[in-house]
């Protein structure tokens, strides 16, 4: 089992930035990836990021790339989303995701198999 609690959510106007952190309890924490989604008001949770447990892989959503960068601290079990150059659309919750599958390259996915509680991150236009 992995526990996951995330915080650094809030309400940033356009253009700003937040880090999100996700810290991992349980499972030793470098032996799995882990990654970000997010939900907007009626829509449908989407990917984010993901990384792998050495860092050697990430990807990230086309909507986000050049914005975001997902890192991870495997001393601290704690993965990290810096967020840059917020936009409106951003605005949304914020889930930390652990362990599952998945795979970097063409036609990169990542299902995870546990779930944070959320963050949320608002950005005013």
């Known amino acids: 089992q992995v526990q996951l609690v995330e915080s650094g959510g809030g309400l940033v106007q356009a253009g700003g930035s937040l880090r999100l952190s996700c810290a991992a309890s349980g499972r030793t924490f470098p032996n799995y990836a882990m990654g970000w989604f997010r939900q907007a008001p009626g829509k449908e949770r989407e990917f984010v990021a993901a990384?792998?447990?050495?860092?050697?892989?990430?990807d990230y959503a086309d909507s986000v790339k050049g914005r975001f960068t997902i890192s991870r601290d495997n001393a601290k079990s704690t993965v990290y989303l810096q967020m840059n150059s917020l936009r409106a659309e951003d605005t949304a919750v914020y889930y930390c995701?652990?362990?599952?599958?998945?795979?970097?390259?063409?036609?990169?996915?990542?299902?995870?198999?546990?779930w944070g509680q959320g963050t949320q991150v608002t950005v005013s236009s």
């Open positions: 995701a652990a362990d599952g599958e998945y795979y970097s390259g063409t036609g990169s996915y990542y299902y995870p198999t546990y």
């Open positions: 990384i792998s447990w050495s860092s050697d892989s990430r």
